[in-house]
T-cell receptor
């Protein structure tokens, strides 16, 4: 299996622009997680889905952030408008229901100038 | 606010020594705990999980859990330079609907010196 796939790997954008991050989970996994990692705050859970349904979005920092999972093999995290403080590495992870291990994608390094 | 606390380090140990990484958590409802390793510029990968009080051993790694003290630790025996990484402790929140909602600590950086 190719593992969790994320794109783009790097994104540099200007403040105010829309940013869309993409994730393809491992086939057969039915839980998907979006995390953000910064030096100051560490790895924070933003939102997670079970069977394509958002379960908990309490970690989404504000309304500028939105996430969708239209089918079992694709999810997006959108930031509109982006701000410099959104600069971070964004990870997507997936797991099977009942399993202990989350498999992380390679991450998207976002820089907002 | 559920919290997982770790000393950021860096923790430096000589090659061949035992590295001891510690973690405390605030939510007594947490049942399962995880140690992820993250190399610089890479994504986290699971190395151990534990859900029962006591010790759990896997090769050179031993996880220890003390629910009364809300304390989790990871011991790495015979430390190797390849163990140099950041170690993230995570606590699982009990949830409905399946899946593992994790709260991560900020990580401890381990450096194994030759």
């Amino acid at each position: 299996d190719a593992g969790v796939i994320q794109s783009p790997r790097h994104e540099v954008t200007e403040m105010g622009q829309e940013v869309t991050l993409r994730c393809k989970p491992i086939s057969g996994h039915n839980s998907l997680f979006w995390y953000r990692q910064t030096m100051m705050r560490g790895l924070e859970l933003l939102i997670y889905f079970n069977n394509n349904v958002p379960i908990d979005d309490s970690g989404m920092p504000e309304d500028r952030f939105s996430a969708k999972m239209p089918n079992a093999s694709f999810s997006t995290l959108k930031i509109q408008p982006s701000e410099p403080r959104d600069s971070a590495v964004y990870f997507c992870a997936s797991t099977q229901k009942g399993a202990y291990e989350q498999y992380f994608g390679p991450g998207t390094r976002l820089t907002v100038t | 606010q559920k919290e997982v606390e770790q000393n950021s380090g860096p923790l430096s140990v000589p090659e061949g020594a035992i590295a001891s990484l510690n973690c405390t958590y605030s939510d007594r409802g947490s049942q399962s705990f995880f140690w992820y390793r993250q190399y610089s510029g890479k994504s986290p990968e699971l190395i151990m999980f534990i859900y029962s009080n006591g010790d759990k051993e896997d090769g050179r790694f031993t996880a220890q859990l003390n629910k009364a003290s809300q304390y989790v630790s990871l011991l790495i025996r015979d430390s190797q330079p390849s163990d140099s990484a950041t170690y993230l402790c995570a606590a699982e929140d009990p949830i409905t609907g399946g899946g593992n909602k994790l709260t991560f600590g900020t990580g401890t950086q381990l450096k194994v010196e030759l």
